[in-house]
């Protein structure tokens, strides 16, 4: 009986160490809270006057909030708040005029989104019958990754120099 129970546990235990979930997974299965997406905040410093705060709003910003992006554009010398703008800026004005003058679409994000989930399901009709789980991304885009010496190669024979790269053997 004592030998049944051993080998029951050590079933289990072997049958527990073949899951993987991927390296790319990392989003978690229950409603608990999901440790990737919580920042740590700014102290807390009290304010010159209580007069000046802003009002609260729910789901709003906070004085304490981090702003990545605006410390990262005031870091190289741009304005803080031209991150969380809608307009643009007159000094952009021309690059987005010169970038626009085959036309552009206000919905490309969703319309790209949309076609790489029709092209995923199209890659991958069989592939949901897999013993394990596997990485569905390298799967479906192996054929466009670069071959980084290949492109090299390909440029350096048109004439052009490529300083960052190793000197060829």
Not at 86 to 92: L, N, V
Not at 105 to 131: C, M, Q, V, W, Y
Not at 152 to 163: E, K, N
Request: hydrophobic share 35%.
């Amino acid at each position: 009986m004592r030998i049944m129970r051993v080998l029951m546990i050590g079933c289990v235990l072997a049958l527990g160490a073949c899951s993987n979930d991927g390296i790319r997974i990392l989003s978690s299965n229950g409603d608990g809270p999901d440790e990737f997406r919580i920042l740590p905040a700014k102290p807390l410093s009290a304010p010159k006057t209580y007069a000046a705060l802003p009002e609260p709003t729910p789901g709003g910003k906070n004085l304490t909030d981090l702003d990545p992006k605006g410390d990262a554009v005031a870091a190289l010398g741009g304005r803080r708040d031209a991150v969380h703008s809608e307009t643009i800026a007159r000094s952009d004005s021309a690059l987005v005029s010169y970038t626009g003058r085959n036309g552009r679409s206000a919905s490309i994000r969703g319309t790209l989104a949309t076609e790489d989930e029709a092209f995923r399901k199209s890659r991958g009709r069989l592939a949901n019958i897999k013993l394990v789980k596997q990485d569905r991304y390298n799967q479906v885009y192996d054929r466009y990754q670069l071959d980084q010496y290949q492109e090299q190669y390909r440029w350096r024979r048109g004439g052009a120099v490529t300083p960052a790269a190793p000197p060829p053997e």
